[in-house]
């Protein structure tokens, strides 16, 4: 219980921002969003009531989510000239590699949207923002497989319209499954926000200069896609596909644990948990309810489930506090909803866009905001004179 909050003087004068948004505790695997736990909005919320939240500081009445759904619906539609943008990749594009060439490209298409400094301006690209992630993505997809892009269905949620546009063919109705909307939307909700990470302290820094917001959420999808960030839960299915048996599960640890070998269990570990991420037990519980579902047996949940019990006994791992973070889980689910490996980053980009647009207003809008400029350490040659190329 979180009832009240202190900090020694020595964080304050570190702490590279303040913000009223995400509170972790990395000791006690705590996660609020705007003060409510995540594994209760998890439970009972939505995506689009969480990013109402984030953006606004408090869950909506009725009214208020109805008319924040119908206005971020009625910005799902892309620029038809982006449509061609795609045609500019190569089929085997990463999608990622798509997201921040089209994310960026925004700015070039939606001018009344790009004035920082109006707040009514602020909004709109917002809410873009948060619109739009669904269908570039979508489209990343179906570019990668050479079927035709669908446009949105505003008759769906938010997360049933990603659906379709992903999965459905223009030839073929398409039934939203509600199981699997639901599993959807909660892994959305779960890659929310997460304080100041690496793409969100990206798209601070960047807001910090002025940069549009589309630029600024273009350089977030940058960051993430690092495989010691949002790139992980790609690496993580990798990885226990390669691992594949729990009899090999051994070798793998044993290969964390020696210094001299670069490999890294992906999905495990945190720069912030010391603890449980809590983020990953509702994953867990997602994976199994999702292969319950579709009745799908996939022996890479046996390794990660085995591999998970291993590690948490081993001294290695409880002397160096690491343990399943988020993306320890996320790709069984996706892998098992028909998403490739490609997608996943793609889909924790589209699901963070949320908290980092909110994490942009509430920066952009404090007044007192000044650009970011992160001091350094200095320890390369004290000054010394110019030396001619003949006398070196
Ligand atoms: C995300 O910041 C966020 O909030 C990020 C995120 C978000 O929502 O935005 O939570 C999303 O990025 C989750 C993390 C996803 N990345 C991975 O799963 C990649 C695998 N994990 C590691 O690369 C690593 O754990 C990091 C990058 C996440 C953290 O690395 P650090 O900062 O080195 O971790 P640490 O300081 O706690 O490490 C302590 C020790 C080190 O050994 P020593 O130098 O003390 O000898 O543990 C070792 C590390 O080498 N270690 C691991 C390990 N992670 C850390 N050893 C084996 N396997 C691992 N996964």
Redesign the pocket.
């Known amino acids: 219980q979180i009832d009240k909050f202190t900090y020694d003087p020595g964080f304050t004068s570190t702490a590279s921002c303040q913000s009223a948004i995400t509170y ?1 505790d990395g000791d006690q695997g705590i996660l609020l969003h705007r003060g409510y736990p995540i594994d209760q909005l998890a439970e009972h919320s939505s995506f689009m009531e969480v990013a109402y939240l984030l953006l606004h500081g408090d869950l909506p009445k009725k009214k208020e989510l109805e008319e924040f759904d119908y206005t971020i619906s009625r910005h799902t539609m892309l620029h038809e000239q982006l449509a061609t943008f795609y045609r500019g990749f190569r089929r085997d594009a990463h999608p990622m590699a798509i997201m921040c060439g089209v994310v960026g490209a925004l700015s070039a298409f939606y001018h009344d949207s790009t004035d920082i400094t109006d707040p009514q301006q602020r909004l709109i690209a917002s809410h873009r923002l948060i619109a739009k992630m669904p269908t570039i993505a979508a489209m990343a997809f179906k570019y990668s497989i050479g079927q035709p892009f669908l446009y949105p269905d505003n008759s769906l949620s938010y997360t049933g319209n990603f659906l379709r546009m992903t999965f459905g063919v223009p030839a073929e109705s398409y039934e939203v499954n509600p199981i699997i909307e639901k599993a959807m939307d909660r892994i959305f909700i779960l ?1 929310a926000d ?2 100041q ?4 302290s990206t798209v601070r820094l960047a807001g910090s200069s002025g940069a549009n917001p589309f630029a600024c959420i273009a350089a977030g999808i940058a960051c ?1 896609w690092g ?4 790139g ?1 839960n790609e ?2 299915l990798n990885m226990l596909r390669e691992i594949g048996d729990v009899k090999r599960i051994k070798e793998y640890v044993a290969r ?2 020696d ?1 001299n070998d670069p ?12 603890n449980y ?1 809590p ?1 990953a037990k509702v994953m867990q519980q997602t994976a199994e309810a999702v292969l319950k579902e579709l009745k799908l047996s996939d022996p890479v949940l046996d390794v990660a489930q085995e591999l998970e019990q291993i590690a948490l006994h081993d001294d290695y ?1 409880i002397e ?3 343990y399943p ?4 889980y996320s790709g069984i689910i996706l892998n098992a909803i028909g998403f490739p490996t490609e997608m996943f980053t793609a889909l924790f980009a589209l699901a ?1 866009t949320v908290g980092w647009v909110a994490q942009w207003n509430e920066m952009i809008s404090d007044p007192e905001q000044k650009i970011g400029r992160p001091r350094q350490l200095y320890v390369g040659a004290t000054q010394r004179d110019y030396i001619p190329a003949s006398k070196r």
């Open positions: 972790i890659h997460h304080e990470n690496a793409s969100t993430l495989p010691a960030h949002g992980a690496a993580a964390a644990k210094k490999f890294r269990l992906m999905g495990f570990g945190h720069r912030v948990y010391k991420d983020r791992f160096k506090k690491l973070n988020v993306d320890f963070r």
